[in-house]
């Protein structure tokens, strides 16, 4: 079915492009490749089959104003490992349910995907000193601020840190509206966006109205059409109001807008379309399947699950359709499949198949996609359709196009460790170690790191199954560890490690936490250490980040894992450096790594030096990032739903930019 409307592509070449200065607006980070903020921007296949969204004054208006940066990229492979561990990264550390002691919400790797209802910032900040002393502080910055990145960042922190339930008079999300005029794209785009965040029912009817560019919206923001990047962020708002609210009618009503929009700007280019489908992918709607008759599936694509599926399919199928909306809609039907009813299953499995199968003449990025649905629709049990995903995921490493390859092993990884309905589920799972194992001790220097990853995210599945973490698997690792030293490699290992939680790796793993030779490896081993608990190495990781300040990736890892530790000694020594940091980058590593292990000392500082006048501009907008950070009411960064199983290199430019740092995968 789809196999015959696929844009028949040979897989093109990877084009990496090295930029030697830029800044990035709305307090913007960067996920990878690799997790070095310095390192390259990838801009992937080079010859995506339909046409894209321009950037500038002549496209989307991305905007052009300077604000908080993670510094100049330059060169670096695309398809590295790295790069999905840097989109990936959150959902695995966990960081703020590590500082909460929390107990795993949820027993399917892949539905931790949005708000579990616990919030992380009792551990770190009171609600006291949120409602009374940090909200009122950027409510103030608001008031009286001129400076875009400092509202940018303002605006997004107050999102972050209110939990709509205490807004009870609707002061912020009055603030949040109040700034979707600016005449600053970014501060509009900033606003659109904390309304999603901040959760708000009452926020829908304002998101719908500015995605579909209605004449109210335009009214109320004097304008005489809604920018496209500000429907866009509206859109992705859309999703994360949606998926925060257990009320079907609130998921139906987003949904359905998401649905109208992405019919409505057919041929307008891909922002607004993409959002629709990354954000419809949150979103499925009850019942699952309507009962006889059930024409109205066939007109109002949200009333039900079926329903939805039928939509995407058919948006899929679309002979004309751009490459890099195509690209995003196998993940969100397989969002919607999985835990569906077997008929919505079958659906989806076996065109999926179709597009990774031996004889595909699917593009690059459809294969990529396909490798990633699969691996969220199959378990490891002894069901004809999940024996076949998996063999087509062990055939998929090495044939095909050269990073679906790599995916590939990701998704049998995540098949392999969840837990099927029927017999065999340890069948499935041995298997999927085996292969795993097998490729670890291949020839191939660049499936090998791979394969560890992969290692890696199965036995953390299993653990938050409540298993422990298979002792072989670990001593492979290990093994592996000792015999290939390259930092590339070396690095996976590292991560891997601490995603098996292998606490006996730390006589390994602590000499790469120490060396200075590489930044990224040893920002991969610090930040192992706290993945797997090593309390022993507390004051060795508290020196590696005192010697940090003008090396922001392993600054920024150093004090993860010390946040992972329970450890915030350092906390006076960050704030004291954001204060003064010399340049961007140091600015947006000290108020990350502050985030990560700053608590109640870092709030009176951090609120004085929002509001003072005799700080630079730039670093008042990074205390605001730091107490939004410090303040976040989520388990998980507001933007993870988006970053995961992300055909990242045909982003339109509203959700992953790494050269302006606009998308909304770049924001704090």
Same mark, same amino acid.
């Not at 579909?212 to 923001?221: G, H």
């Not at 995903?389 to 050269?402: F, K, N, W």
């Not at 199965?458 to 000792?482: M, Q, V, Y």
């Given at each position: 079915?789809?196999?015959?409307?696929?844009?028949?592509?040979?897989?093109?070449?990877?084009?990496?492009?090295?930029?030697?200065?830029?800044?990035?607006?709305?307090?913007?980070?960067?996920?990878? &490749?690799?997790?070095?903020?310095?390192?390259?921007?990838?801009?992937?296949?080079?010859?995506? /089959?339909?046409?894209?969204?321009?950037?500038?004054?002549? $496209?989307?208006?991305?905007?052009?104003?300077?604000?908080?940066?993670?510094?100049?990229?330059?060169?670096?492979?695309?398809?590295?490992?790295?790069?999905?561990?840097?989109?990936?990264?959150?959902?695995?550390?966990?960081?703020?349910?590590?500082?909460?002691?929390?107990?795993?919400?949820?027993?399917?790797?892949?539905?931790?995907?949005?708000?579990?209802?616990?919030? !992380?910032?009792?551990?770190?900040?009171?609600?006291?000193?949120?409602?009374?002393?940090?909200?009122?502080?950027?409510?103030?910055?608001?008031?009286?601020?001129?400076?875009?990145?400092?509202?940018?960042?303002?605006?997004?922190?107050?999102?972050?840190?209110?939990?709509?339930?205490?807004?009870?008079?609707?002061?912020?999300?009055?603030?949040?509206?109040?700034?979707?005029?600016? /005449?600053?794209?970014?501060?509009?785009?900033?606003?659109?966006?904390?309304?999603?965040?901040?959760?708000?029912?009452?926020?829908?009817?304002?998101?719908?109205?500015?995605?579909?560019?209605?004449?109210?919206?335009?009214?109320?923001?004097?304008?005489?059409?809604?920018?496209?990047?500000?429907? =866009?962020?509206?859109?992705?708002?859309?999703?994360?109001?949606?998926?925060?609210?257990?009320? %079907?009618?609130?998921?139906?009503?987003?949904?359905?807008?998401?649905?109208?929009?992405?019919?409505?700007?057919?041929?307008?280019?891909?922002?607004?379309?993409?959002?629709?489908?990354?954000?419809?992918?949150?979103?499925?709607?009850?019942?699952?399947?309507?009962?006889?008759?059930?024409?109205?599936?066939?007109?109002?694509? /949200?009333? !039900?699950?079926?329903?939805?599926?039928?939509?995407?399919?058919?948006?899929?199928?679309?002979?004309?359709?751009?490459?890099?909306?195509?690209?995003?809609?196998?993940?969100?039907?397989?969002?919607?499949?999985?835990?569906?009813?077997?008929?919505?299953?079958?659906?989806?499995?076996?065109?999926?198949?179709?597009?990774?199968?031996?004889?595909?003449?699917?593009?690059?990025?459809?294969?990529?996609?396909?490798?990633?649905?699969?691996?969220?629709?199959?378990? #490891?049990?002894?069901? &004809?359709?999940?024996?076949?995903?998996?063999?087509?995921?062990?055939?998929?490493?090495?044939?095909?196009?050269?990073?679906?390859?790599?995916?590939?092993?990701?998704?049998?990884?995540?098949?392999?460790? +969840?837990?099927?309905?029927?017999?065999?589920?340890?069948? @499935?799972?041995? #298997?999927?170690?085996?292969?795993?194992?097998?490729?670890?001790?291949?020839?191939?220097?660049? *499936?090998?790191?791979?394969?560890?990853?992969?290692?890696?995210?199965?036995?953390? =599945? +299993?653990?938050?199954?409540?298993?422990?973490?298979?002792?072989?698997?670990?001593?492979?690792?290990?093994?592996?560890?000792?015999?290939?030293?390259?930092?590339?490699?070396?690095?996976?290992?590292?991560?891997?490690? @601490?995603?098996?939680?292998?606490?006996?790796?730390?006589?390994?793993?602590?000499?790469?936490?120490?060396?200075?030779?590489?930044?990224?490896?040893?920002?991969?081993?610090?930040?192992?250490?706290?993945?797997?608990?090593?309390?022993? *190495?507390?004051?060795?990781?508290?020196?590696?980040?005192?010697?940090?300040?003008?090396?922001?990736?392993?600054?920024?890892?150093?004090?993860?894992?010390?946040?992972?530790? $329970?450890?915030?000694?350092?906390? %006076?020594?960050?704030?004291?450096?954001?204060?003064?940091? &010399?340049?961007?980058?140091?600015?947006?590593?000290?108020?990350?790594?502050?985030?990560?292990?700053?608590?109640?000392?870092?709030?009176?500082?951090?609120?004085?030096?929002?509001?003072?006048?005799?700080?630079?501009?730039?670093?008042?907008?990074?205390? =605001?990032?730091?107490?939004?950070?410090?303040?976040?009411?989520?388990?998980?960064?507001?933007?993870?739903?988006?970053?995961?199983?992300?055909?990242?290199?045909?982003? %339109?430019?509203?959700?992953?930019?790494?050269?302006?740092?606009?998308?909304?995968?770049?924001?704090?």
């Amino acid at each position: 079915m789809w196999a015959a409307l696929q844009l028949r592509s040979a897989a093109p070449s990877l084009l990496v492009l090295g930029v030697t200065s830029v800044v990035f607006a709305h307090g913007g980070t960067y996920y990878g &490749p690799g997790n070095n903020p310095s390192t390259g921007y990838p801009m992937g296949p080079a010859s995506p /089959t339909g046409p894209t969204t321009a950037g500038g004054p002549s $496209g989307t208006g991305v905007p052009t104003g300077s604000g908080p940066s993670t510094g100049a990229p330059g060169a670096a492979d695309p398809t590295s490992w790295g790069t999905w561990w840097g989109l990936h990264r959150a959902s695995y550390l966990e960081l703020r349910r590590a500082l909460l002691r929390a107990p795993v919400a949820t027993r399917d790797e892949d539905a931790f995907l949005g708000f579990s209802g616990a919030t !992380s910032n009792q551990a770190r900040a009171s609600q006291e000193s949120i409602r009374g002393r940090v909200v009122p502080a950027l409510l103030a910055a608001l008031e009286r601020e001129r400076n875009p990145d400092v509202l940018s960042g303002a605006l997004l922190a107050l999102a972050k840190s209110t939990d709509a339930n205490s807004d009870a008079e609707g002061r912020v999300a009055a603030a949040l509206r109040a700034h979707l005029g600016q /005449t600053n794209q970014e501060v509009g785009e900033s606003a659109a966006i904390g309304l999603g965040i901040l959760g708000a029912p009452s926020a829908a009817t304002t998101l719908v109205a500015l995605l579909r560019d209605d004449a109210a919206a335009r009214k109320e923001l004097g304008v005489a059409s809604i920018p496209t990047r500000t429907r =866009a962020f509206a859109g992705y708002g859309l999703g994360l109001l949606g998926l925060r609210h257990s009320n %079907p009618d609130i998921k139906r009503f987003c949904a359905q807008a998401l649905c109208t929009a992405y019919e409505g700007d057919v041929g307008r280019g891909a922002d607004v379309r993409v959002a629709a489908i990354l954000a419809l992918g949150l979103l499925p709607v009850e019942p699952d399947q309507l009962g006889p008759p059930a024409e109205l599936g066939a007109s109002v694509p /949200t009333a !039900s699950r079926s329903a939805e599926i039928d939509w995407l399919v058919r948006a899929f199928a679309e002979p004309r359709q751009d490459e890099a909306v195509r690209a995003q809609i196998p993940v969100s039907l397989a969002r919607h499949a999985h835990g569906s009813a077997p008929a919505n299953q079958d659906l989806v499995h076996r065109p999926l198949l179709e597009l990774l199968g031996a004889r595909t003449e699917a593009s690059a990025a459809l294969q990529q996609s396909a490798a990633t649905a699969l691996g969220l629709l199959g378990d #490891n049990d002894e069901d &004809p359709f999940d024996r076949r995903i998996a063999e087509v995921l062990r055939q998929s490493t090495h044939q095909g196009d050269r990073y679906a390859r790599k995916l590939a092993y990701i998704a049998l990884a995540r098949v392999g460790s +969840r837990e099927g309905t029927v017999g065999g589920r340890d069948i @499935g799972l041995k #298997n999927a170690r085996l292969f795993l194992a097998d490729e670890l001790h291949g020839d191939d220097g660049q *499936s090998r790191p791979w394969a560890a990853l992969a290692l890696g995210v199965l036995e953390h =599945a +299993r653990i938050r199954l409540g298993e422990t973490a298979s002792s072989e698997t670990a001593a492979s690792l290990r093994a592996a560890l000792a015999k290939h030293d390259a930092p590339l490699e070396a690095g996976a290992y590292c991560i891997a490690l @601490g995603l098996c939680k292998d606490a006996s790796a730390r006589e390994a793993i602590q000499p790469y936490a120490l060396r200075t030779v590489d930044d990224e490896l040893q920002a991969s081993a610090c930040l192992a250490l706290g993945m797997i608990g090593a309390t022993e *190495s507390l004051a060795a990781l508290r020196e590696v980040a005192r010697a940090s300040r003008h090396r922001p990736i392993v600054l920024r890892d150093a004090c993860i894992a010390l946040g992972l530790l $329970g450890d915030h000694e350092l906390v %006076p020594v960050l704030v004291g450096w954001l204060r003064d940091a &010399p340049n961007v980058g140091q600015l947006s590593a000290t108020a990350t790594a502050l985030g990560w292990v700053g608590d109640q000392r870092a709030i009176d500082p951090l609120c004085e030096m929002l509001g003072s006048e005799q700080v630079p501009d730039r670093a008042r907008a990074f205390a =605001a990032v730091a107490l939004g950070l410090i303040c976040e009411k989520d388990l998980l960064p507001w933007n993870a739903v988006y970053s995961r199983d992300l055909v990242w290199w045909l982003a %339109p430019p509203t959700l992953f930019d790494p050269i302006t740092g606009t998308g909304i995968l770049d924001l704090l």
